[in-house]
């Protein structure tokens, strides 16, 4: 197995301190350390897998389950803590408090994408993922913002206990009766739209109720609603709730019972079909997207064996014979989520600007809180079509992009842009002055060269990713009072956006700034978006950061410049993420003594197969020439060297092949 290469000692990686614990013949290979990290997370780093390599099957599970006890917590964006308000009072759907509201759901997103890249516990997320596309509740229609946070805290904290718990807390949800309509459910008023979807989608499945169910059960959730004024908190309410008798299923539901919601649960657990649902959607989630009645009845029993005790459960499937046969490798299709956030858990790209990720996401059709109906995202096979395909490999081409500039991290006296540009023939380039002095000329190093675009039918929809120059701190006239960017390309199609400046560790947004001269040709764009040589000015003047955030809530939209998320900065790791150059060291490591070629691990790491086309893969290696223009780094920061393994040709030349790698339809499956 390839892992048995680190026993020669050349090992030099911090990861060379698990090699000594490496144990029997029956520890994980790759192939299966791979496969386990994917299943339960979101990609894998090659340290990941040297890390549960050690482990037989039974413990690298028994350490994910363990794990799932105590998950990392993401930070919240600032107004989550706030207190909530009336979603639904007068003036709801004003234009402005429309698009307050959905500044705060962007803000969400972006910490819960963020956190999804950062944490060290991905399997707490990848289950509450699976529960957020089971229990779906929605962003439109009713713009409910704040309690989706507290909606997903409660899949991270009980998705892994008992599901019967977990199913009655959904139904006292705030975010949950908000979505499915509940809060309209009363006594003199019913409405049965959680009751059937309660059936028909989250225990049941189809044709196993009618429509005398949904009525009862509809009878059974009536006064279960919010308390619109008390900060959209749970609210039952007896004097809206029927207290007559029920008849849900052939079992009965005592008159004047109180809260019916822990008998209705118990009524629908007791009915094999919801087991036999819930174990065919985790099979299909996690194993295979190739039914399999005998596994799923199997796993079913387990489930109703514990009394719905998910930890045996999950132990159970991921221990069985179905999700470790090599006939299912490659058998289930990476969602959005699983292709753009496994992308840079994998290779380490950590972006300054999770918006970006979230905009992509929402091109390839998944953006959270965002399912296009209660159903959810359909899953597996349907994610992928001629455009989808498309659109991936252009999300790929701009996270790669990413990674090219992923070493410029500013110190904290440093002054930094975080900037984007694209252009037709001159490459963009901008000037930066600090109190009125020129410190720096920047000229972009990534960003979208638009005739290249056209000729290879590149999607425009996808803007490109930031990068960022800076201007270290003593080359700064100190204390800086002012920054302005300038746009000084000298052509009209070379076109300069601008996220941020940060000074002193804190980010100004371009809603700050002012440009000079007013009077410029292009000053009615959007501030940020530079279509002339003009200048964006900004005051720099000590603010709070968190209540920065707050503000920005009310910032305006643009489909380009990060308005409302841009000063929503990721927590700092508490470890480094690996890089790709430490990537392509410990791979070198791998096929240190000639048993695989470095290629061949790599294809076995990426796409889990063998490499088979090798002339293929270094003509495609070739195939982006002329795709960006050959311009100087930012003279502020330049480019760090390569270690390790990319600091020679060879190095290069596999940096290379990945990232060919990643272009394979076969990177889409896991």
């Given at each position: 197995m390839i892992f048995k290469l680190f026993l020669s000692g050349r090992v030099v990686l911090p990861v060379a301190l698990l090699v000594s614990s490496f144990g029997p013949a029956f520890a994980l290979d790759m192939g299966e350390a791979r496969h386990l990290l994917q299943r339960t997370g979101f990609g894998a780093s090659p340290g990941e897998m040297v890390a549960v390599a050690p482990l037989t099957r039974e413990e690298a599970v028994d350490r994910l389950l363990v794990g799932l006890d105590r998950p990392d917590l993401p930070v919240p964006p600032p107004f989550v803590a706030l207190p909530r308000p009336n979603y639904w009072a007068k003036g709801w759907e004003d234009q402005d408090m429309v698009l307050q509201r959905v500044a705060e759901r962007d803000q969400m997103q972006v910490a819960w994408i963020g956190h999804m890249i950062t944490t060290q516990t991905p399997f707490a997320e990848r289950m509450a993922l699976f529960w957020h596309g089971h229990f779906v509740s929605?962003?439109?229609?009713?713009?409910?913002?704040?309690?989706?946070?507290?909606?997903?805290?409660?899949?991270?904290?009980?998705?892994?206990?008992?599901?019967?718990?977990l199913l009655a807390d959904v139904l006292r949800d705030p975010m949950m009766l908000t979505s499915l309509d509940n809060v309209r459910n009363t006594k003199s008023h019913p409405n049965e739209n959680l009751a059937r979807e309660l059936m028909e989608l989250f225990t049941l499945g189809i044709g196993h109720y009618d429509q005398r169910d949904v009525t009862e059960v509809a009878r059974a959730l009536a006064g279960h609603g919010v308390d619109f004024d008390g900060g959209w908190t749970y609210r039952y309410s007896p004097e809206e709730a029927d207290d007559g008798e029920k008849h849900v299923l052939g079992q009965v539901i005592a008159a004047r019972s109180g809260d019916n919601t822990d008998r209705l649960v118990d009524i629908l657990l007791a009915q094999p079909q919801t087991a036999e649902l819930i174990a065919a959607k985790f099979y299909a989630a996690f194993v295979s997207i190739r039914p399999s009645p005998e596994a799923s009845e199997r796993l079913a029993v387990v489930l109703r064996d514990h009394d719905y005790d998910l930890k045996p459960f999950l132990r159970a499937l991921l221990l069985s014979p179905e999700f470790w046969s090599p006939?299912?490798?490659g058998d289930l299709v990476k969602s959005p989520i699983d292709l753009v956030v496994g992308f840079c858990r994998t290779f380490g790209l950590m972006p300054d600007d999770a918006a970006v990720l979230v905009g992509y996401l929402d091109r390839l059709g998944q953006a959270p809180f965002m399912a296009p109906s209660v159903a959810g995202w359909r899953e597996g096979k349907a994610w992928l079509n001629m455009?989808?395909?498309?659109?991936?490999?252009?999300?790929?081409?701009?996270?790669?992009?990413?990674i090219e500039v992923a070493d410029r991290k500013p110190k904290p006296d440093d002054l930094a842009v975080r900037f984007s540009a694209q252009f037709i023939t001159t490459p963009t380039r901008f000037k930066v002055k600090v109190n009125g002095v020129e410190v720096g000329t920047v000229d972009q190093t990534i960003g979208l060269n638009l005739q290249n675009q056209r000729?290879?039918?590149?999607?425009?929809?996808?803007?490109?990713?930031?990068?960022?120059?800076?201007?270290?701190?003593?080359?700064?006239?100190?204390?800086?009072?002012?920054?302005?960017?300038?746009?000084?390309?000298?052509?009209?199609?070379?076109?300069?956006?601008?996220?941020?400046?940060?000074?002193?560790g804190r980010r100004y947004p371009p809603q700050l700034g002012r440009w000079s001269p007013a009077n410029a040709t292009c000053a009615d764009a959007?501030?940020?978006?530079?279509?002339?040589?003009?200048?964006l000015a900004f005051d720099i003047v000590p603010f709070d950061p968190r209540q920065a955030v707050i503000d920005d809530l009310r910032a305006d939209h643009n489909s380009h410049i990060e308005y409302t998320t841009a000063r929503l900065a990721l927590p700092?790791?508490?470890?480094?993420?690996?890089?790709?150059?430490?990537?392509?060291?410990?791979?070198?490591?791998?096929?240190?003594?000639?048993?695989?070629?470095?290629?061949?691990?790599?294809?076995?790491?990426?796409?889990g197969r063998e490499l088979t086309d090798r002339g293929g893969a270094d003509r495609a290696s070739g195939s982006n020439d002329g795709q960006r223009p050959a311009s100087a780094q930012p003279v502020s920061m330049p480019m760090q060297p390569a270690v390790g393994a990319a600091a020679d040709e060879g190095g290069a030349v596999l940096a290379d092949r990945i990232r060919t790698m990643t272009l394979d339809p076969q990177y889409n499956l896991k």
């Open positions: 929605r962003f439109d229609p009713g713009r409910v913002s704040a309690p989706f946070f507290d909606q997903v805290a409660l899949f991270r904290r009980e998705g892994h206990g008992n599901f019967r718990t006939d299912h490798r455009k989808t395909l498309a659109y991936r490999q252009t999300v790929l081409s701009r996270l790669w992009d990413g000729r290879k039918s590149e999607t425009a929809e996808l803007k490109p990713m930031w990068e960022t120059a800076i201007i270290p701190a003593e080359g700064l006239p100190l204390p800086v009072r002012s920054v302005e960017v300038i746009h000084a390309s000298g052509d009209p199609d070379s076109q300069l956006f601008v996220n941020w400046v940060e000074v002193d959007p501030k940020g978006m530079f279509y002339c040589d003009v200048g700092a790791l508490p470890h480094p993420r690996q890089s790709l150059e430490e990537s392509l060291a410990l791979l070198s490591v791998m096929a240190a003594d000639g048993v695989e070629s470095r290629e061949t691990v790599a294809s076995q790491w990426l796409l």
